[in-house]
């Protein structure tokens, strides 16, 4: 439905009617809608669809492309401090240095290699 240019809102309502809900909801939500949209890889705004190339940085989900992760993977070490870093103050994004010798070690955490790693 969403290709055919109907917004979330109005799918969630069409899906309640014909009996499908949110999980713990009587309703199917818009935000459900757009989760698993996004999931799918449908956009409905040009920015959904290109995401942000930061000039000498590599994002999360930049990394994970590159070495076949998960973006799950990544942001649960993150916050596990497996991988210790900080928000870009400015852009609100995990930046990781865009030299090869990030994603060696990359490589090397996820054959368990190294056990810590720090930016």
């Known amino acids: 439905m969403s290709t055919q240019g109907i917004d ?3 799918i969630a309502l069409t ?9 713990l909801c009587q309703t199917l939500l ?3 809608v757009k989760t698993l949209r996004l999931k799918h890889h449908i956009f409905q705004n040009r920015s959904q669809s290109h995401p942000r ?10 990394v994970a492309k590159s070495l076949e992760l998960s973006l799950h993977w990544i942001y649960d070490r993150i916050h596990k401090g497996t991988i210790a870093i ?3 103050k400015s852009t ?3 930046l990781f ?3 090869p010798d990030t ?17």
């Open 86 to 88: 900080s928000k870009d």
């Open 97 to 99: 240095p865009d030299v």
């Open 30 to 32: 818009p935000s459900t």
């Open 15 to 23: 899906l309640t009617a014909q009996g499908y809900r949110s999980p």
């Open 103 to 119: 994603l060696k070690q990359f490589q090397k955490l996820k054959a368990g290699l190294i056990y810590n790693l720090h930016f």
């Open 53 to 62: 190339h930061i000039s000498g940085y590599l994002t999360v989900p930049q």
């Open 92 to 94: 609100g994004l995990f």
């Open 8 to 10: 979330d809102q109005t």
